[in-house]
């Protein structure tokens, strides 16, 4: 017999049991069905027999870990669906609101009737629950085998892994790598949408463990399809599509251009917004908010230069500068003093004060003391908008109208920011933009607090929470969405964030989310900072920027 540890409490069960048994012990806890398990902190498939003393925790898909693995799956049975249906694979590509970009690599043009039918047969796959194993084979024959079914993205990934074995799944006739534990059947996939867009472009939504199910309804977003669109277009101009060709650009030493061409072209992008804000007579203020780590500081600087070249006076104004004095602030559901809600900063000072400057009204705008808990006016940040005056407004709640309830809605102009478009690493493993803003914040955090990497990792589930339901929402209403991601940036990345991940101790509770962005690093070069130019947003988190208060 062997001892279980789950729940804070010991059990026996018989040494070989499976995960998936001992699961069905804990199984009446959980609202869905348990899908995935940490054994001594390692993401572990229920499949997997235990033959020693452990500590077990079971995860639901109502969970980011258990949803991680539920969306992994939905993948695979998106993959193979069509490929039983059109013998042609598929790749997942970006995140859009609540789901994934997808494109379907065939020569034909697909139908909203091509789109219902990949529906059906993905469930029709779920209710056959056809098993998916773990197989583990040497990266060479792994390699081999990818070729040899035209798989050539998921082949030369796997060049860059030093491993001599690596594990791929089974499901069916069909044989796929994936970055992270799978369930054991198909049974578990059961929610999920499947929406036609446009060409050969689908939206597969699954169901995220922050949104409710109302949210498999997909609502086209035209604006953040077009940053999409746009990006993928100047990455095909640069044939870099995939972490590999990435590499094939690192490994002979000719980086330096790929990162002076994402630099200019995303300066340029830049540069055609400010010429959008002031063609606008009414606009007198820019509204400009974003999820964390998006790179909102540097935005907010050089918008405000490229303004300025242009003949403008752009005045900077945080949000967080209207803070309710920390002994006036609502409490939070902890009983501490709130500060991510909207009800932490005083809207009715911010409404009074951005008023009095549109009415040409001189004012002293306060400055939060962070140390001393409370607003502080100071002559020195007295001021008064001329004609040639806009209001450069940042912060997490810069969208939200009480805010700015006051302010009619012709003198705004709002515009999101947020890197949307890491590189795939294959067709079928995407780099989220979560992740690329959470390596962000790992090396920012380290840098300018001294934060190990598993304290970002374990307040970051609080920050994705709070984005969801105060941040994302409101990308809709953007007048902009601005692309703050850098086709080279996870090399570099990658050279700050690897050392970091590392320090996470295998008995940390963080230990497997270290290790899931470790492995993910296994298919990236790294790149040296030197090229990486001063003004650059990665600056914000690498340090050495020209905006000297970063």
Not at 208 to 223: A, G, H, T
Request: net charge negative; glycine share 4%.
């Amino acid at each position: 017999m062997i001892k279980v540890k789950c729940n804070e409490e010991e059990y026996e069960f018989e040494k070989g049991t499976t995960l998936y048994d001992i699961s069905l012990k804990f199984q009446s806890d959980f609202i869905s069905d348990i899908i995935v398990a940490l054994q001594d902190n390692r993401l572990t498939s229920l499949e997997s027999k235990v033959n020693k003393d452990c500590t077990v925790t079971f995860f639901d898909a109502t969970t980011q870990i258990g949803n991680r693995t539920y969306v992994r799956g939905l993948y695979y049975v998106f993959v193979k669906a069509v490929k039983d249906l059109l013998n042609c694979d598929v790749k997942i590509m970006h995140l859009v609101d609540n789901g994934i970009y997808c494109e379907i690599l065939t020569n034909n043009l697909i139908s909203e009737v091509t789109v219902e039918k990949i529906k059906l047969r993905m469930r029709d796959i779920a209710l056959e629950k056809m098993p998916i194993s773990k197989i583990i084979v040497s990266r060479l024959d792994a390699m081999d085998y990818f070729e040899k079914v035209n798989q050539k993205d998921k082949a030369d990934s796997l060049k860059f892994i030093s491993n001599s074995s690596v594990s791929y799944y089974k499901l069916g006739d069909s044989l796929d790598y994936f970055y992270g534990v799978l369930p054991i059947n198909t049974s578990y996939i059961t929610k999920f949408n499947l929406k036609y867009l446009k060409d050969n472009k689908v939206v597969l939504l699954p169901p995220y463990e922050f949104l409710s199910q109302e949210k498999l309804k997909f609502e086209k977003n035209d604006r953040l399809i077009n940053a999409i669109s746009k990006n993928d277009d100047y990455l095909d101009n640069l044939n870099i599509n995939t972490s590999v060709e990435l590499n094939n650009t690192i490994s002979t030493g000719d980086y330096g251009d790929i990162i002076r061409i994402s630099e200019t072209l995303q300066n340029n992008n830049l540069f055609e917004i400010a010429g959008k804000i002031t063609k606008d007579k009414d606009v007198k203020m820019v509204l400009i908010t974003g999820p964390s780590s998006s790179g909102k500081t540097t935005t907010s600087k050089k918008l405000a230069l490229y303004l300025k070249s242009k003949g403008y006076d752009p005045i900077p104004i945080s949000v967080d500068d209207f803070y309710v004095d920390m002994k006036d602030r609502v409490l939070d559901e902890n009983g501490k003093p709130e500060i991510e809600r909207i009800e932490a900063f005083d809207t009715n000072q911010f409404n009074k004060k951005i008023s009095e400057l549109l009415n040409g009204n001189e004012v002293i705008l306060p400055k939060y003391n962070f140390i001393e808990g409370k607003q502080e006016f100071k002559e020195e940040n007295k001021v008064k908008m001329s004609d040639k005056s806009l209001l450069i407004i940042e912060g997490i709640h810069a969208f939200n109208e009480n805010l700015t309830e006051m302010i009619p809605e012709k003198n705004k102009f709002k515009l999101f920011i947020c890197p949307l478009t890491p590189l795939n690493i294959d067709n079928h493993n995407l780099f989220k933009m979560t992740d690329n803003r959470l390596l962000r914040r790992i090396v920012r955090d380290n840098r300018t607090r001294g934060a190990s990497a598993s304290d970002t990792l374990r307040m970051w589930k609080k920050v994705r929470k709070i984005e969801e339901e105060f941040i994302m929402p409101y990308m809709k209403e953007a007048d902009e969405i601005f692309n703050t991601s850098l086709v080279y940036e996870l090399g570099v990345l990658k050279t700050y964030a690897e050392p970091l991940l590392f320090s996470v101790d295998d008995q940390d509770n963080n230990y497997d989310e270290a290790l899931r962005l470790i492995n993910i690093f296994r298919v990236i070069l790294g790149i040296p900072s030197d090229d990486v130019p001063n003004d650059s947003i990665l600056r914000e988190f690498i340090g050495e920027s020209c905006f000297k208060d970063l």
